[in-house]
């Protein structure tokens, strides 16, 4: 067991190297092991190329043939952009298969697995399983629930101030959590801010890494379309915007901003604000698979009460600003009691520079 464990773990740490570039794909790695020694290694790199399986093969030649197969999730088992990894697996000589999780999508879902057992190799399922599941929850959840994983991400001072009462925010957390803003921006299909934000701090909305060139889909949410045509994210020559607006909202503008590249969608009003829900199922028919939100108070409070919430990071900075009228993180309709607050399950806190970092999920998911 600890010698699969330790195995699957370099698989998995494989994997991980190709975060943020297989959408809608799952991230996967594999390893081939004969007599104690790797003798292949492999990872998807990114949607429409080989899968892990492949790659370790390649690289393993004959010496594939009698070893263990070490792959994060299951072999996929039908035609997709490539052929079914489960036939090659079949077919390559491995005597064992570990696999970390079973594939949550419908049209494999077990059957990769039956067919290596069909084959008459021996299959091991679950080392690690917690591991791969939180590595993959992306697709796990795109599988599950059919839209976006949606991220809240929040940067607020040790007493849970987002910006001073004149919307001043920059910069409440250090450097090293900015950067690692920026390494998970350029890991997510969008990312969306409300127009408030983008009128107060004209922000790029990019991922500025070193030697980056994957950038988010920039979503703004501007009902009455006030964006200026002179908004840093109204130029889209590094990455893509799409404008969210109220049905019927000013035709002339969106003209206007359709001729700068800047998309638009229309979506109808809940409650009297725009229909999150709607949204939600607009942007995964797009092809958005995860979703970082980024906005202010106001929208931030709108996903938490839409329950659209599926994990929030929450840096809190070494500061403590104060004040009556400070902003907080979550804003819009207040609750009566404390037991209509949402409770959260802590995943993770750990250091960021000066700063913490705090992983949390919905209790009940």
Request: hydrophobic share 40%.
């Amino acid at each position: 067991m600890k010698m699969d464990e330790h195995f699957m773990k370099i698989a998995l740490d494989l994997a991980a190297t190709c975060r943020g570039k297989t959408s809608p794909n799952p991230v996967v790695g594999a390893v081939l092991v004969k007599e104690g020694q790797i003798v292949g290694t492999g990872a998807h790199l990114k949607a429409g190329d080989p899968h892990a399986e492949v790659h370790a093969f390649r690289m393993a030649g004959e010496h594939g043939k009698g070893a263990t197969l070490y792959v994060t999730l299951e072999p996929c088992s039908h035609f997709g952009k490539t052929p079914p990894c489960a036939k090659l697996v079949c077919n390559s000589g491995v005597s064992r298969v570990v696999v970390a999780m079973e594939d949550p999508n419908p049209l494999v879902a077990g059957r990769g697995l039956q067919m290596l057992r069909r084959h008459g190799i021996e299959v091991e399922v679950g080392i690690l399983k917690e591991e791969a599941e939180l590595l993959n929850e992306r697709f796990v959840h795109n599988m599950t629930k059919r839209r976006p994983f949606i991220i809240s991400k929040v940067a607020m001072t040790l007493d849970g101030k987002l910006a001073a009462h004149t919307g001043h925010s920059q910069w409440i957390t250090g450097e090293r959590a900015r950067s690692e803003v920026h390494q998970l921006r350029s890991e997510v299909d969008a990312i969306l801010v409300g127009i408030g934000t983008v009128l107060l701090d004209n922000p790029q909305l990019t991922a500025r890494l070193p030697g980056n060139r994957k950038h988010p889909i920039r979503v703004i949410l501007d009902s009455q379309l006030r964006l200026p045509p002179t908004a840093h994210v109204a130029d889209c020559s590094e990455a893509k915007t799409w404008v969210v607006a109220k049905e019927g909202a000013n035709p002339d503008k969106a003209r206007e901003l359709r001729e700068q590249g800047v998309d638009i969608l229309f979506v109808p009003t809940v409650g009297g604000g725009l229909d999150l829900h709607t949204l939600a199922d607009i942007l995964y028919k797009r092809g958005i698979t995860d979703l970082l939100v980024e906005g202010g108070s106001e929208v931030n409070g709108s996903f938490l009460r839409a329950g659209l919430i599926d994990k929030w990071i929450i840096y809190i900075a070494s500061k403590i600003l104060g004040g009556r009228n400070s902003l907080t993180p979550y804003s819009g309709v207040d609750v009566e009691m404390m037991h209509d607050a949402l409770d959260v399950h802590i995943h993770s806190i750990r250091q960021a520079g000066d700063d913490l970092c705090i992983t949390a999920y919905p209790a009940n998911r």
